[in-house]
């Protein structure tokens, strides 16, 4: 059970946002925009991003595995409320499908729920504020939110889907732009507290009630350092780490992934994202691959 549970941990951040800074009205969103940065208000940041994580490896066992994949894919959707400029509230949601027993990576659009190999749905939802801390630093900001899930079992017939517990998630957002605006660097920690009933499993070790996770801490720290070949434009590098904490339920977790991407800003209001990260290291968890792509609407 806690196999195909630890392979459903996936790390993906997408980085855009909205900047007030009267200075940089001359650069691109993609050059300003990050989550670093509030909405002034009436602004709208909606965000679409699409995370497909596969492997045939684990920490579990040596040699290679039958392939299972998870495809998560998320709305975001944020506006400024405040005259000051310094609140943001939001909407996030989450659908997802997932297969395993080797079947094709491809299988998670197929939506067929077959099974013993596949199950999808929407899983969570969330409401969020984002606010900036500390006024003399304004590209500092947090993103509180409360993930409240929408599923009726985390695992059933041996597939597991999301988890069945509550999250409550803060992300700290740093960024800093080098002189001469080609290189920037983005920061981010993503503390999530998960809560909920305690685990209880039937006699085929499917979940009946309650979250693997519930009464653990996963602490995500990332770095990206980004270079802009033009102001449309961007090439980054990425390394995060995850890393949960045991407080109560048994179960401790850790992985490493780098990876890269790209952004363009197609037009003014809309910009495309990719990016790839390879899981390169972990205890309890899967060894493999995620393919992002992500459009946002800044406007």
């Given at each position: 059970?806690?196999?195909?549970?630890?392979?459903?941990?996936?790390?993906?951040?997408?980085?855009?946002?909205f900047s007030q800074e009267d200075g940089?009205?001359?650069?691109?969103?993609?050059?300003?925009?990050?989550?670093?940065?509030?909405?002034?208000?009436?602004?709208?940041?909606?965000?679409?991003?699409?995370?497909?994580?596969?492997?045939?490896?684990?920490?579990?066992?040596?040699?290679?595995?039958?392939?299972?994949?998870?495809?998560?894919?998320?709305?975001?959707?944020?506006?400024?409320v405040s005259d000051s400029n310094n609140?943001?509230?939001?909407?996030?949601?989450?659908?997802?499908?997932?297969?395993?027993?080797?079947?094709?990576?491809?299988?998670?659009?197929?939506?067929?729920?077959?099974?013993?190999?596949?199950?999808?749905?929407?899983?969570?939802?969330?409401?969020?504020?984002?606010?900036?801390?500390?006024?003399?630093?304004?590209?500092?900001?947090?993103?509180?939110?409360?993930?409240?899930?929408?599923?009726?079992?985390?695992?059933?017939?041996?597939?597991?889907?999301?988890?069945?517990?509550?999250?409550?998630?803060?992300?700290?957002?740093?960024?800093?732009?080098?002189?001469?605006?080609?290189?920037?660097?983005?920061?981010?920690?993503?503390?999530?507290?998960?809560?909920?009933?305690?685990?209880?499993?039937?006699?085929?070790?499917d979940t009946v009630e309650g979250s693997?996770?519930?009464?653990?801490?996963?602490?995500?720290?990332?770095?990206?350092?980004?270079?802009?070949?033009?102001?449309?434009?961007?090439?980054?590098?990425?390394?995060?780490?995850?890393?949960?904490?045991?407080?109560?339920?048994?179960?401790?977790?850790?992985?490493?992934?780098?990876?890269?991407?790209?952004?363009?800003?197609?037009?003014?209001?809309?910009?495309?994202?990719?990016?790839?990260?390879?899981?390169?290291?972990?205890?309890?968890?899967?060894?493999?691959?995620?393919?992002?792509?992500?459009?946002?609407?800044?406007?």
């Amino acid at each position: 059970m806690k196999k195909i549970i630890a392979l459903l941990a996936l790390v993906t951040i997408g980085y855009s946002g909205f900047s007030q800074e009267d200075g940089e009205s001359s650069k691109s969103n993609i050059q300003t925009y990050t989550p670093s940065k509030l909405l002034n208000k009436g602004q709208w940041d909606i965000k679409w991003f699409n995370n497909l994580y596969t492997q045939t490896k684990s920490t579990f066992s040596k040699g290679k595995e039958p392939r299972q994949t998870f495809f998560t894919s998320t709305i975001d959707v944020f506006t400024g409320v405040s005259d000051s400029n310094n609140l943001n509230v939001g909407l996030l949601l989450e659908f997802r499908s997932n297969v395993i027993g080797g079947r094709d990576a491809f299988d998670v659009f197929s939506f067929d729920g077959e099974s013993g190999t596949a199950r999808s749905g929407f899983t969570s939802f969330a409401p969020a504020i984002k606010f900036n801390p500390i006024k003399s630093i304004s590209n500092f900001t947090i993103q509180s939110a409360i993930h409240i899930p929408l599923v009726n079992q985390e695992s059933d017939g041996g597939v597991f889907l999301d988890q069945k517990g509550f999250i409550f998630q803060n992300r700290f957002f740093y960024d800093y732009t080098f002189p001469g605006d080609k290189f920037q660097v983005f920061t981010e920690l993503n503390a999530e507290y998960n809560f909920g009933k305690e685990a209880e499993f039937d006699s085929n070790f499917d979940t009946v009630e309650g979250s693997f996770a519930n009464d653990s801490l996963n602490l995500t720290p990332g770095i990206f350092l980004s270079y802009f070949p033009s102001q449309k434009s961007t090439i980054l590098v990425l390394a995060q780490h995850s890393q949960r904490i045991d407080t109560g339920n048994d179960f401790e977790q850790d992985f490493t992934a780098l990876g890269g991407g790209a952004k363009y800003q197609i037009t003014d209001v809309l910009n495309i994202e990719a990016l790839y990260t390879n899981f390169v290291r972990g205890n309890n968890t899967g060894l493999g691959q995620t393919f992002n792509i992500g459009l946002r609407a800044l406007f």
